[in-house]
């Protein structure tokens, strides 16, 4: 035996420790803070994140002899990242499965029709997991069984629920099993980058869904359509604090929306700004004089020169409609009513410049002043009436998170996607995918 031979295994165990500590430090970093740092492939994120004593968890590992059961505890507690876990086993089982019907898009299908597609839509649906009960001998008749089947498939993929097979849903069944899996991933690693303290008490706003919810611990006590931002004028992820209400609110019209949606209008539309209600201060320093809005000549008025301060006042046309919701934060966004009604009833609600209009505002701003003696929804409806501005605080400020998920799992265990409006999906799976010396991370 050549000397030192017996240190071999020695050295082979302090070898194995190292990396086995590595390993556990690496993975429990990745449960913990997420793979990918979201600040890098998204320049709209500014939400708290976790923070825990790696070294620490693993000491505690070591000395109850349960490893597996420390690294298990650095998993995020959400129960919706618990039940993205069980969607992850599905669309993987999905992707693997080599016996996914077909179906063919063409002319539109409804309730009544008798055709041959019929039956490759009933099979695709079996397969989905929409149609639990078929009458195979009407394979190719769209019985109301079916059309049941369509608009639960419609509901889990934020459609309009008409139980009709149109173009949408078409494209919504084209999606391929691989494309869903990455988007259960994306949607798992962003679960990661989340405190585990939402608040007892909070708003959230997803806004791939167009929604906002009011959660109590684990119950969702409201649930609302919102209007989010257009692609192009993204609304950002972020985390805030509602501290007050504002009923007929003005509206400061920010200098970003002046030059590129405002000034073009004054410019082309005789007598704007009178019918808009909207007054003009000769710029934004406090206490600046309003001024004559027909004194200025706005054809020479440039968009990268323009200092005026535009102000909506309230009433029936403002922007912000009767109620705005208050959270500080530096992006300028809130939650507000809106005179644009119609746009809740499209199933794709991205339109605002930036801010999201809550469908149903007197309702929420009921349930957060009820514990607020003076306040009740016939008082607000009166303060709205008088036409005056009002500030009302909340006596007890909640916390409002405003996020993009595009894929969960509802309480039924029904797998839920959303189209990635602001492509913000692909840009994540690329980033998972990369090895970490690879370049761009």
Known sequence: AMPGDDQAPIKTLADLEMLL??????????????????????????????????????????????????????????????????????????????????????????????????????????????????DDNAADLFDPELELAVKR?????GLEVDGVVSPETEAAMAVTPEYRLRQVRANLERWRWITSDLGDRYILVNIADFSVHLIE??????????????PYRRTPDFSGRMTHLEVNPYWNIPPRLAREDILPKVKGIPGYLEAQNIRVFRDWSGGAPEIDRNTV????????SLAYKFQ???????????????????????????????????????????????????????????????????????????????IIPLKHPINVHVLY???????????????????????LYAALRQKPNEPGT
């Open 153 to 157: 498939l419609q509901r889990r993929h």
């Open 21 to 134: 500590s590595d390993a556990f430090l690496l993975c429990g970093s990745h449960l913990v803070y997420g793979q990918v740092n979201p600040e890098t492939i998204q320049s709209e994120w500014f939400v708290k994140g976790r923070y825990e004593d790696l070294v620490a968890v693993l000491e505690r590992g070591l000395k109850t002899k349960d490893v597996g059961a420390a690294l298990d505890s650095l998993k995020p507690t959400h129960s919706t990242y618990r039940n993205l876990k069980s969607a992850l086993k599905r669309a993987r089982a999905e992707v693997d499965s080599v016996a996914r019907p077909d179906f063919v898009p063409g002319p539109k299908l409804k309730a009544g029709d008798k055709d041959p597609r019929v039956a490759a839509l009933r099979a695709y649906l079996k397969a989905s997991g929409d149609l639990t009960q078929s």
């Open 217 to 230: 611990g684990e119950s969702e006590i409201m649930s609302q359509p919102v209007v989010v931002g257009r």
């Open 297 to 304: 000549d706005w054809s020479r008025v440039e968009p990268e």
């Open 312 to 390: 909506q006042l309230p009433g029936p046309l403002n922007s912000l409609g009767q109620i705005k919701f208050v959270f500080p934060n530096k992006f300028d966004v809130y939650l507000h009513d809106t005179p644009a009604k119609d746009l809740f009833k499209k199933p794709v609600r991205d339109f605002s410049s930036g801010c999201i209009r809550v469908e149903r505002p007197i309702e929420l701003a009921a349930y957060l002043l009820e514990d607020d003696p003076e306040w009740n929804e016939t008082k607000l409806r009166e303060a709205i009436q008088t036409g005056t501005t009002r």
């Open 405 to 427: 998920w595009t894929a969960w799992m509802d309480g039924e265990g029904h797998i839920h996607f959303r189209q990635d409006i602001y492509g913000r999906d692909a840009k």
